[in-house]
């Protein structure tokens, strides 16, 4: 079984700082990364993901994440946030190639303060 | 949009009712997943459907059940329902079920057992 830990549950940052959202995770076996965003009264929407390869992933909207399996972390970054990045960040493990079946954090609340 | 639809937004019932949610998927998606997102629990997965057939399953009880049908639509199915089951329930499709594939979430049905 894997496990995901997201060590903050809210972030406050002032609009244009760098933000960096932290997550763990434990398992037995070689696992798949990924983070989400959820923007109120919506559903998710993938970020990045860490299939292979590169472990510095870019996603969209600027964020980028490096997978450090030493350590077993899976931390996001944004060189500088936009009051629209205020949102609720999830990430996610799994163990198979699929997406879908993922074992969730419990999230982090970022919000951007002007 | 994600251009996965979830009908409907918001169902209010008792308890010990049984209600049913709806997912489209988008369109060409065949892979189908429901996830439960509650304040005690987080995001948990419950069920996936790809093409009609349970592919792989979560944590879900066994008084919730789902299907896929032909038109790849998917219901999911809560039966004696408890205040506990009170949650945010979202379903995502993929075009397919491995690692080429992102999951869309639609915007969720908000379930409220009093």
């Known amino acids: 079984a894997q496990s995901v830990t997201q060590l903050d549950s809210q972030v406050p940052v002032f609009e244009e700082a760098p933000v960096e959202l932290r997550c763990n995770y434990s398992s037995s076996v070689s696992v798949y990364l990924f983070w989400y965003v959820q923007y109120p009264n919506q559903g998710l929407q993938l970020l990045l993901k860490y299939l292979s390869g590169s472990t510095l992933v870019k996603g969209i909207n600027g964020f980028e994440a490096e997978f450090n399996k030493s350590q077993t972390s899976f931390h996001l970054r944004k060189p500088s946030v936009h009051i629209s990045d205020t949102a609720e960040y999830f990430c996610?493990?799994?163990?198979?190639?699929?997406?879908?079946?993922?074992?969730f954090g419990d999230g982090t609340t970022l919000t951007v303060k002007p | 949009d994600s251009g996965v639809t979830q009908t409907p937004k918001h169902l209010i019932t008792a308890t010990g009712q049984r209600v049913t949610l709806r997912c489209s998927p988008r369109s060409g998606d065949l892979s189908v997943y429901w996830y439960q997102q509650s304040l005690d629990q987080g995001l948990q997965f419950l069920i996936q459907?790809?093409?009609?057939?349970?592919?792989a399953k979560g944590n879900i009880l066994e008084r919730f059940s789902a299907q896929q049908f032909p038109d790849l639509h998917s219901e999911l199915n809560l039966s004696s329902l408890e205040l506990g089951d009170s949650a945010l329930y979202f379903c995502a499709s993929s075009v397919g079920r491995g690692m080429n594939t992102e999951a869309f979430f639609g915007q969720g049905t908000r379930l409220t057992v009093v």
């Open positions: 459907y790809y093409n009609g057939e349970e592919r």
């Open positions: 996610a493990v799994s163990r198979y190639t699929n997406a879908g079946k993922s074992t």
